[in-house]
């Protein structure tokens, strides 16, 4: 290498040739260096040739990514130029191919771009040619004829261009001369021609020099020493009967295929005439051993694999020499082309993967880039890519064996949440090879789902008198999202209740009800809940994600509440509430007394009523009147004699609480009788109240007034205008009670007999049912609506249940009309407005 040392310094001293193209269309910047370019030579304004600004080269990691082999050029962090990394061989990286190109990609970052760089490493003259051997001993027959020809074996010069292009020269000879004549532009033999006639009395040895020169500037050369034996005798030389044989052998020849068949005469006789072949010189000398001749046939083998892609032309040099005392040699050459196979799979390179890919990344996102590439050459070398299996995802060709993966289709994490991506390299070969590249793409979740609720509406059933805390259902709604997107919370987002019938408190929200458990979606009640109170509350539930920004899912829950039997029955003082039949108080002659305290079960009270002697059987003596703020069956009263037991004077109406007389009164009856009279509903467990009621026997006229008054008055009282008042006002009340039920009785018949008619008001449907016996009872509870049977016998009173009794004695409404008559309203609150006075 000193003669190349020297050329490397005449480069030095020069300046370095640099050339930069900007292909807008394609993105390529070209860059040319020579080679042995000392380390930090600068190739190119990388940074500048990209239109970058200052600083904007390391800001956004201006990179490069080699191909399969040795940069060796990097890219200056600082400035952005392109500089030399290490030593710069020609001939090791590239050999004889030509040009000489180093390809690279150019990454840049924020936003994510690729640029193809390709720097060409330009040939020098620092390799001399050099012959095979310092020196070349030949053999020739003084009766050599003239212009016999000599093949020598040619120098090598590892450059190329014109600094490879090699001219020989000869040492100055009277009787030989050099013939350098080229089979081909690629291909140069040199063959040492006879001028004069040798005499090898005169001269036995000639020693010649042969020089090479390449075309370098200045020029290298290589020489080797030419000894010529000059022998005597045999003076016929074998002679093929080709000079030059060619033969086309494809590149995945197998070992022992039969090249070709040389085949030489020798007019001599004898042993002069007896020759063998061999093969004396090979162009690569590298790839000599890939052949073998056989020395009797002649025939040419391959011995060695060939490799298209390595070298595409053998030539080969035989001899045959003959078996004389003086040995004659002839010549030719073979030229083995070797023909281009498709062994060479395509290759696939991931230069660049950006995964996750978010779900709701844009059409186009690139995903990865990937380059390609097939050594064979021709349709073997074109390779088509494609993805596989179908997916969202696509290749786009930015530059010849360059992809991107880009996103052609909408992502979904909740249906796919990873892809398996396949790139496909085929080639065109026949058969086509290919290559798999297998890309993992995660997707990443974004809130795009809003909680969805199981149900819409949320039916629950909740008993009251329930514990503060209790559970009354769960709640759930699914988010498919992942992580902090899927975490739902639930709350109560609105609703509430208006006021019972008895409480008299305003509206009140549902979060005073009820709470439900942000995490798990519990609802629990947040205080014992009164059915009395509260019959229905309906509310809205939110359950809301935890994404950004949250998304939120509603659902409707109706609490019912369902009534329990924990009011005992009431009983009512007299209507007017003033002192006559029906009032209680302290004195014996009020008529009721109170007894017992709160804590009790039920509660107790005391009536004096008067009979008259004689009074026939069933003849009505007072009314015991009861209230149950309970509803349905637990508001469902029943009265019942508990003393005296047995055959006694006087029964109660087991629903209607009319005090009668079983049988005639007889003065054997006594003066004074004593009732005890229990009021029970039909809850479980029954709750009851008791009533005492003391009955005088009097004289028929001082009856008449007591039984007109259907109450309790003592004898001899001061007020006796108050008592004929309240004669008064019960005939009122039993005349407006009569025309009430006569006039429900005649609108039924005549709108729907023979069906059972319904008459709905405005408030929520409870049914009213008519009783067998005929007494007053009702529900505090404020309904309209009445359910009358034409098949009802005795009393036409009213007996109420809530909706959440069984079903009542009386057949099922089944038509209701928008509006209640008017002559219906009219009684009804004519009835109201006398039984409130």
């Known amino acids: 290498m000193g003669v190349g040392g020297a050329a490397r310094r005449s480069w030095g001293a020069a300046v370095l040739v640099l050339q930069a193209a900007w292909a807008l269309g394609g993105g390529q910047v070209r860059y040319s260096v020579p080679e042995e370019a000392e380390a930090g030579t600068v190739v190119g304004r990388l940074a500048q040739d990209l239109g970058l600004e200052a600083g904007e080269a390391e800001a956004r990691r201006l990179r490069l990514v080699a191909r399969g082999r040795r940069a060796s050029v990097e890219v ?22 030509t040009p000489c190109a180093l390809r690279l990609e150019v990454l840049l970052d924020r936003p994510l771009r690729v640029f193809h760089v390709e720097v060409e490493v330009t040939d020098i003259n620092d390799n001399a040619p050099r012959f095979p051997a310092a020196s070349k001993n030949i053999s020739m027959w003084e009766n050599s004829p003239l212009n016999s020809r000599f093949p020598l074996e040619g120098a090598s010069d590892a450059d190329i261009g014109s600094n490879a292009q090699l001219s020989y020269t000869l040492s100055p000879s009277e009787h030989f001369a050099l013939d350098d004549k080229s089979q081909s532009e690629d291909l140069k033999s040199l063959f040492l021609v006879l001028k004069r006639p040798l005499d090898r009395e005169s001269l036995s040895e000639h020693r010649l020099v042969l020089t090479a020169s390449d ?83 002649g025939e040419i083998r391959l011995t060695g694999p060939l490799d298209f892609e390595d070298v595409r032309q053998h030539e080969l040099q035989i001899e045959a020499r003959d078996k004389g005392t003086l040995p004659l040699s002839g010549h030719c050459s073979v030229i083995v082309e070797v023909l281009d196979v498709n062994d060479n799979a395509p290759e696939v390179w991931v230069t660049s993967l950006s995964v996750p890919v978010s779900e709701d990344a844009a059409l186009g996102t690139v995903v990865a880039l990937l380059s390609v590439s097939d050594r064979d050459s021709g349709p073997n070398g074109r390779v088509r890519c494609a993805v596989r299996p179908p997916s969202p995802f696509g290749l786009v060709a930015t530059f010849a064996g360059s992809y991107s993966l880009v996103l052609r289709e909408a992502l979904d994490r909740e249906r796919v949440s990873e892809y398996e991506v396949e790139v496909r390299a085929e080639d065109g070969g026949a058969p086509p090879l290919r290559a798999i590249r297998g890309l993992r793409v995660p997707v990443s979740d974004v809130n795009d789902n809003a909680p969805a609720f199981a149900q819409a509406v949320y039916t629950v059933l909740a008993r009251e008198n329930n514990a503060a805390g209790a559970e009354l259902a769960r709640l759930w709604a699914r988010d498919p999202d992942e992580a902090g997107n899927g975490r739902v919370s639930y709350s109560v987002a609105e609703g509430g209740a208006g006021s019972g019938s008895g409480s008299g408190s305003g509206w009140r929200p549902a979060s005073s009800y009820v709470s439900v458990d942000a995490e798990s979606g519990r609802l629990r009640a947040l205080r014992p809940l009164d059915y009395e109170e509260l019959q229905v509350l309906q509310f809205e539930v939110r359950a809301v994600d935890a994404g950004e920004p949250p998304l939120c899912g509603n659902a409707t829950v109706q609490l019912f509440v369902v009534d329990e039997n924990d009011n005992a029955p009431a009983l009512l003082p007299p209507a007017g509430g003033g002192p006559g039949p029906w009032a209680a108080g302290e004195a014996a002659e009020a008529g009721w007394r109170a007894s017992g305290s709160a804590a009790e079960a039920g509660s107790s009270w005391s009536l004096w009523a008067r009979a008259a002697w004689g ?47 079983a049988r005639a009164l007889e003065e054997a009856d006594g003066p004074r009788h004593r009732l005890l009279i229990v009021v029970r509903d039909h809850g479980e467990p029954p709750l009851s109240a008791t009533a005492t009621l003391s009955v005088s026997l009097v004289e028929g006229s001082e009856a008449a007034l007591a039984v007109a008054g259907a109450g309790a008055v003592l004898a001899g009282s001061p007020a006796a205008a108050t008592a004929a008042t309240n004669v008064w006002l019960v005939v009122a009340i039993c005349a407006v009670s009569s025309l009430l039920v006569l006039a429900v009785v005649l609108y039924g018949a005549g709108r729907w007999a023979p069906r059972a008619a319904v008459l709905a008001g405005p408030a929520p449907a409870t049914l009213v049912c008519a009783s067998e016996v005929g007494s007053w009872s009702y529900s505090q509870r404020h309904s309209r609506s009445l359910c009358v049977a034409t098949d009802s016998a005795g009393k036409s009173d009213l007996m109420v249940f809530s909706p959440n009794c069984p079903p009542p004695p009386c057949p099922a409404p089944k038509e209701t009309p928008q509006d209640p008559p008017a002559l219906l309203d009219t009684v009804y609150s004519l009835y109201v407005y006398v039984t409130g006075m």
Do not use: M
């Open 615 to 661: 009074a026939p059987a069933g003849q009505v003596v007072a009314k015991i009147r009861a209230v149950d703020a309970d509803s349905g069956y637990n508001a469902w009263l029943r009265y019942e004699l508990r003393e005296p037991r047995g055959d006694g004077p006087f029964r109660v109406g087991l629903y209607s609480g009319e005090v009668s007389t």
């Open 215 to 297: 075309g370098g500037r200045p020029a290298l050369t290589g020489t080797v020493q030419l000894v010529i034996s000059v022998l005597d005798a045999n003076d016929n030389a074998p002679q093929f009967n080709q000079s030059v044989y060619k033969v086309q052998l494809p590149e995945d020849a197998a070992v022992g295929t039969l090249v070709s068949r040389v085949a030489a005469t020798d007019p001599d006789e004898g042993i002069n005439q007896e020759f063998s072949y061999s093969i004396v010189s090979s162009v690569p000398e590298s790839q000599r051993e890939a052949f073998s001749i056989d020395h009797h046939t």
């Open 76 to 97: 200056s962090g600082a400035s952005g130029a392109l500089v030399v990394s290490s030593r710069l061989d020609r001939e090791e990286l590239c050999g004889k191919s």
